[in-house]
């Protein structure tokens, strides 16, 4: 079992930035991956970025350049870095743990909005 737990969602205009963490109830180290999705209002939830127990990361062709992911294994912690923010990134944020089965945070509320 793996609890996660996101903060660092807010509202934010056009070309800002956000930090995004998701921090877990144990240790990453052992995790397959972990990573960030999104849902928009209507939309289905999709994969944003990924980053692999070996630190290998994967993006959305939407975020590549913006968005940056890491982890801190000794903080149990993974980060998602939000630059250049446009309103099309408005969604629910979640983290997700993989360790064999999928685990997922509540979801934190992203709004990028003048």
């Known amino acids: 079992q793996v609890q996660l737990v996101e903060s660092g969602g807010g509202l934010v205009q056009p070309g800002g930035s956000l930090r995004l963490s998701c921090a877990a109830s144990?240790?990453?180290?052992?995790?397959?991956?972990m990573g960030w999705y999104r849902q928009a209002p209507g939309k289905q939830r999709e994969l944003v970025a990924l980053?692999?127990?070996?630190?290998?990361?994967n993006y959305a062709d939407s975020v590549k350049g913006r968005f940056t992911i890491s982890r801190d294994n000794a903080k149990n912690t993974v980060y998602l870095q939000m630059n250049s923010l446009k309103p099309e990134d408005t969604a629910v944020y979640y983290c997700?743990?993989?360790?064999?089965?999928?685990?997922w945070g509540q979801g934190t509320q992203v709004t990028v909005s003048s």
């Open positions: 144990r240790s990453i180290f052992s995790l397959d991956d």
């Open positions: 980053i692999t127990s070996g630190g290998s990361t």
């Open positions: 997700n743990a993989r360790m064999g089965v999928s685990f």
